[in-house]
């Protein structure tokens, strides 16, 4: 479950991303206001780590999918990931990263992937004092595994790979693809699909020994 706050971010999360996107290898599209087209949330067991996908697009170019991560200080050694930081009225200071190097998402990702999860259910904080409203999904996510499989631990990342439309993020025994931008091709036997509005399943990530 994530819980969300009535709250204002200053920047904005897609403000974040404009900043960000046109220098990665994997950008496409013209320059033009950035729309959010659909996300959902991975909750953290610990509760210490916001964990959310947007997929994104300028006008009528390729969504892009930018997973993120928000924390409430610096994660030592991923600077490299940090698209910036943003002051949210509820919880303070935010430090917003690219989740593909930051080992709490992997984990999340691996374990929807393996066990056959999906996003969390997300509830609204409406008043400050633990009133709760749930909230539609915008979009579904889900693992092709088994439930009740247990994915190995995540612990430290041993290198991540940038090839143009996906990020390859080598870490313990898994290697884990991380599409972002999406293409036609055969579903993956470990894998992460989306769905929104009237969008055919695609391919998020997927597990790979290759």
Not at 105 to 128: H, K, M, P, Q, T
Request: glycine share 12%; charged share 20%.
């Amino acid at each position: 479950m994530a819980t969300l706050h009535r709250a204002t971010v200053t920047p904005t999360k897609l403000e974040l991303i404009a900043g960000w996107l046109p220098g990665r290898r994997w950008h496409q599209g013209a320059a033009g206001d950035l729309e959010r087209v659909a996300a959902f949330r991975f909750d953290d067991p610990a509760g210490a780590v916001g964990i959310e996908t947007m997929l994104v697009r300028y006008g009528s170019g390729p969504v892009h999918h930018v997973p993120l991560t928000y924390r409430d200080a610096p994660l030592p050694g991923c600077d490299t990931w940090l698209l910036g930081t943003a002051e949210h009225s509820v919880l303070g200071k935010r430090w917003v990263y690219d989740a593909a190097g930051d080992p709490v998402y992997l984990a999340a990702l691996a374990g929807a992937i393996i066990s056959g999860s999906g996003e969390a259910e997300e509830f609204v904080d409406v008043d400050g004092a633990g009133t709760l409203e749930r909230r539609a999904p915008a979009m579904t996510a889900r693992g092709t595994g088994v439930p009740g499989r247990t994915p190995p631990a995540v612990e430290e990342i041993r290198r991540i790979e940038d090839h143009g439309d996906h990020t390859v993020v080598h870490v313990g025994s898994l290697r884990i693809v991380i599409l972002r931008r999406f293409t036609d091709g055969d579903l993956p036997a470990a894998a992460l699909t989306g769905r929104w509005d009237e969008q055919p399943e695609v391919i998020l990530a997927y597990l790979s020994n290759g």
